[in-house]
């Protein structure tokens, strides 16, 4: 792997997103002969899911993968914010608050996923985190040990992360799953059809024997308590509070589609447009993983691999991995279905907009994204969206405003040098 | 290798590990607020993985840096700005 | 259904002010918005309130309006960001010193204040100023509005004088006085076309054409500038009526940031941002001021303005329709002007003696033999 740094670099394949997906398609694409290179906003490799400080923290697969790219000809590009592409063949880029152009004949679009956050009374007061959010703070070093922790919201990253936390020290108080016990359970013995993830889901479960994981509830409000939080946890009937000093609370992840959007590519009900072989709907891009739909760290290894081979003008063989990745993403759909209560989780004077501070009951029912964003501010802060879009979605049924330069916040310098590129460059 | 570098958090140094990000060397020190919101409400960070911007403080006199995706270097200057 | 006394089509800031005038005046008036109210090229633009000396009818016409909104300061809610920071016009060189002293002649001739500062005052004025700059001129009456809440304002307050404004009601076609929205037909003695660059599609031969704009806005950075910061130069881009051009434009916002502007270029109505031109605009932009390349930017618009042939908007009767009037083209001071457009508008409409001079503004110039090249 080459860390590089400099203000234009050419490339066969450029890959943006180094969680599993991309690391698997620039991986393969290296492999067989393509320049390639890897931009990610993180210092290290890894995205989420494999987001670690040393090597030895990781699972033996994921290991495997970054001693893989490391041993690779890839150009890593740490701490590299993508802001603007265009379709024919460039993409700019902020690192250190300088601009980075990086020509490309093929685009990997490896961009993972947000989580879902629905507002709750209390849910903007420090200490309340995001379910992935508390595992990946938890993986650049926050000190867990000791700390009560109410982990609450849905999907099957609750019980990895709550085992993490456990591992690292914390007292698990509660994992809270919305879902009904029936479906998590249905869910749950699907995966017998993948014993590895039958086998992940026991080590969980075990690893945290005093916690309970509990379905059907979720976190009413939290409340603060001097240095410490009161969680009112509810079943619908039911309304009790627990003492706590962390709470992590997330309802599964959203596709992360700004650059997609923006360079043209086909997005429907949020998810990117792939065939068999990953491409989308724009000559020379293509798009792996969690954007094409939330399928897990396995579902984007193999798409990486796919878009990584097709990138580098190697034609994939045997059937695409998309099939398998919807059928899991629908059964995922159906297991954590959000339920109706959770219309209700804010209240009108919960903050819905943390950027610029907004009410829900400042935003009037059947405004659109754009008549939000004008009336109330709402959308227009630094997090461009990306927080309080899916709530509203969710709540609202409000469909997102277009996407334009620049998909993360650039310095004027950075902005300036995505309209000065020369064209035509190979 | 140091077991410890230090960075100095609104005038005050700090002792923190060397592989942390700022995020968790700020939670672990007890300063659990990076930023007052628009209504000058606390903040802290929530998604950690540089999507929401609710740990963005002042780096080195360069502002709106997250500190979730910024490892901590010896010698570093932070700004909570509340 | 009983029909109103005027129909007014457009819901941005020159529309609502009119349906506001028309309603004060004793007419019973209906709005017609396509989409929502102030959400097209009022919500694209910069909100500056400026009084413009590109011709003496534009001065008028500016100075008016910036009046009548002073008149009604104190009843704009907090929404609206109405914050008087002034106007500071910038000259590079000594011929530009020269036009500043001018235009402060002629400025104060004409009633308002202004003063022209050195190179040293000037960046007293706004540090972040690069050093070696002539001078400038101040007008400490100006200041910036936020466009959309002030349309609704103007809508709300026409609302309370009996209006009814009806959004999300497009306009498929206008039938001399009647209004075809949705199937139904509305028709009203008085119709006010004020929809902007859309407005020739109401009305064909009206000759208005969207003249599109890209805008920045950055992070929260309060003290960074401290008045609305124009380059002289800007009545240059404003002036030519074809090709690209930008001009240094920025702004602050109460919330501390940024607004950063201006560019002009003819492209009909093409949404793709022109990364070239939006290159040439900061790099204009940090030209004057240098920190602003490191200033964090949260994203970037387009707008289309509604341009006239000779910078003019267009206010009073259509002469091809009886009982049609127009109140559009403003350009780029469409936010400066709306007020003074609708007391024209409506002193024309209600027989009142009208404010300014009405010529310049008159539709009919549209019908005449297009002249000599523009100058």
Partial sequence: MVEASGAALHADVAVVGAGPAGIAAAVHAAERGARVVLLDSAPRPGGQIWRHRSPGELPPEAAAWLDRLRRSDVTWLPGSTVVDALADRTLTAERDGRPLTVHWNALVIATGATERFIPFPGWTLPNVFGVGGLQALLKAGVDVRGKRVVIGGSGPLLLPVAAALARAGARIVIVAEQAPAHRVYRFAAGLWRDPGRLLQAGRYRAGFMRAAYRCGIWVARVDSAGSALWVTLTDGRRVWTEPSDLVAVGYGLVPSVALPRLIGCNVIDGRVLVDQSQRTSVPGIYCAGEPTGIAGADAALAEGRVAGLAAAGAEPDGRGPRGAARRFERRLDRAFRLRQELHDLPDPDTIVCRCEDVRLAQIDAGWSARQTKLYTRAGMGPCQGRVCQPALEYLRGMAPDAVRTPVFPASVATLAACGRIPQGDS | ?82 | ?375
Avoid at chain 3, 17 to 22: D, G, K, N, S, V
């Fill in chain 3, 1 to 375: 259904m009983p029909h109103p006394d005027a129909i007014v089509i457009g819901g941005g800031i020159v529309g609502a002010a009119c349906a506001r005038e028309l309603a004060r005046g004793g007419l019973q008036v209906t709005l017609i918005e396509a989409d929502f109210i102030g959400g097209a090229a009022t919500a694209a633009g910069m909100g500056h309130i400026v009084v413009m000396d590109d011709s003496p009818a534009q001065f008028a016409l500016t100075a008016l309006s910036r009046s009548l909104l002073d008149a009604v300061a104190a009843e704009l809610p907090a929404t609206v960001e109405r914050d008087a920071c002034g106007t500071l016009w910038v000259a590079e060189d000594a011929d530009q010193l020269e036009l500043a002293r001018e235009k402060q002649t002629a400025y104060v001739a004409a009633g308002t204040e202004a003063s022209v500062v050195d190179g040293d005052e000037l960046r007293r004025l706004e540090p972040e100023l690069r050093p070696g700059l002539a001078g400038g001129m101040l007008v400490p009456g100006d200041g910036v509005v936020y466009p959309p809440a002030l349309a609704r304002w103007l809508a709300d307050a026409a609302r309370a004088a009996g209006a009814s404004v009806l959004e999300h009601r497009p306009v498929e076609r206008l039938d001399g006085r009647v209004v075809v929205t949705g199937g139904e037909r509305l028709e009203a003695a008085i119709v006010v076309n004020a929809a902007g660059a859309a407005g020739p599609v109401l009305t064909p031969g009206l000759p208005i054409v969207p003249r599109r704009g890209h805008l920045a806005i950055t992070d929260r950075y309060p003290g960074f500038c401290r008045h609305q910061v124009l380059e002289l130069g800007y009545l240059q881009s404003a002036h030519t009526l074809s090709g690209e051009s930008v001009a240094f434009n920025v702004q602050p916002r109460v919330t501390g940031q940024v607004l950063i502007g201006s560019s002009r270029e003819l492209v009909g109505w093409e949404r793709a941002t022109n990364r070239a031109l939006l290159t040439r605009m900061l790099d204009r932009a940090a030209a004057f001021m240098p920190r602003l390349g490191t200033l964090s930017v949260l994203r970037s618009w387009i707008g289309f303005r509604p341009a006239t042939p000779d910078k003019l908007p267009l206010i009073g009767r259509w002469p091809a329709t009886d009982g049609l009037w127009i109140a559009a083209g403003h350009e780029g001071l469409g936010i400066t002007t709306a007020l003074g457009t609708a007391r024209l508008l409506g002193d024309l409409v209600l027989g009142r003696a009208p404010s300014l001079d009405p010529a310049p503004f008159d539709p009919a110039r549209a019908m005449e033999p297009v002249g000599a090249a523009d100058g």
């Fill in chain 2, 1 to 82: 290798m140091a077991d410890t570098i230090e960075i100095v958090v609104n005038g005050v140094p700090l002792r923190v590990a060397p592989d942390e990000s700022l995020a968790a060397a700020l939670f672990n020190a007890g300063v659990r607020s990076t930023r007052r919101s628009a209504g000058a409400e606390a903040r802290g960070p929530l998604c950690g993985m540089g999507t929401c911007f609710e740990c963005r403080v002042t780096v080195d006199g360069i502002a709106q840096r997250r500190a979730c995706l910024e490892p901590v270097r010896d010698g570093m200057t932070v700004d909570t700005n509340g």
